[in-house]
């Protein structure tokens, strides 16, 4: 199998393995306090996680892989669909805030891709390509910490800061174990809530209340590590080119 870790952010955002740390991106995003009161007051994100998902994976998907016209298409809709989501605390347009957003993604993107395929030999390039998710959500470029060592300290300042109150915890009740939704989604939810558990900080763990087993988590993660990079790449892409592909339709329709 070639090893393809070394060619930047193109080469590992569309490996199917980061989608599997989506619920700690989100959880870590709510505890941020103004994220949280915000979506806790005025989003119902948590009631359709199926299409926040298809949202967020064709944002991302097309900033890496897509267009000039999809890149600008995805943005603004993006962009669109957070600015009703406010509070005294929390404007979208905050860069701070798209900052964290930002970082989350980034960060958990990189936790997943070395949990199945170990350090990755071009991280410093990653890194800095990532920055275009951060930008497209209107960062300004040099907000982006200046590289990986600056970007941990952000990180451990960030993470120190997170809290999270009843609110923000029953959102993520509802949005990791939803009472609507196809059967394969309800079904798959205990192993996302695994997984999910096992990503994120203790004491983060602790406050959304969602136990571990520890074990279990260990072999599941020690499972992927074996099988994930030895699948084949046309399985392992299919969400990219999943997501895509209506994107790439609606385009060639005008």
């Not at 669909?81 to 509070?87: L, N, Q």
Request: net charge positive.
């Amino acid at each position: 199998m070639p090893d393809n870790r070394s060619m930047g952010l193109a080469a590992i955002g569309d490996e199917a393995i980061l989608l599997a740390g989506g619920g700690r991106a989100i959880l870590l995003q709510l505890a941020n306090p103004a994220v949280g009161i915000a979506v806790a007051d005025h989003s119902n994100f948590a009631a359709d996680p199926l299409r926040r998902l298809r949202n967020t994976l064709t944002f991302v998907y097309a900033l890496v892989y897509g267009t000039e016209e999809q890149k600008q298409r995805m943005t603004a809709m993006v962009n669109a669909a957070h600015k009703p989501v406010r509070s005294p605390a929390y404007d979208a347009a905050d860069p701070g805030l798209q900052l964290w957003v930002t970082a989350t993604l980034y960060d958990t993107a990189v936790t997943m891709h070395e949990l199945a395929f170990g350090p990755m030999a071009d991280a410093d390039r990653v890194y800095r390509e990532y920055a275009v998710v951060g930008t497209a959500l209107q960062m300004p470029a040099e907000l982006w910490p200046a590289d990986r060592a600056a970007f941990r300290a952000y990180w451990n300042a960030q993470v120190e800061g997170l809290t999270v109150d009843g609110r923000v915890r029953e959102v993520s009740r509802r949005l990791l174990r939803p009472a609507t939704g196809p059967l394969w989604m309800r079904a798959a939810m205990p192993l996302v809530r695994l997984v999910t558990a096992g990503l994120l900080p203790a004491e983060l763990r602790d406050a959304y209340e969602l136990p571990l087993n520890q074990k279990r988590y260990d072999r599941v993660m020690r499972g992927v590590a074996r099988v994930y990079p030895h699948l084949p790449r046309r399985l392992r892409t299919w969400p990219r080119r999943h997501y895509l592909d209506p994107l790439r339709a609606a385009s060639r329709s005008g």
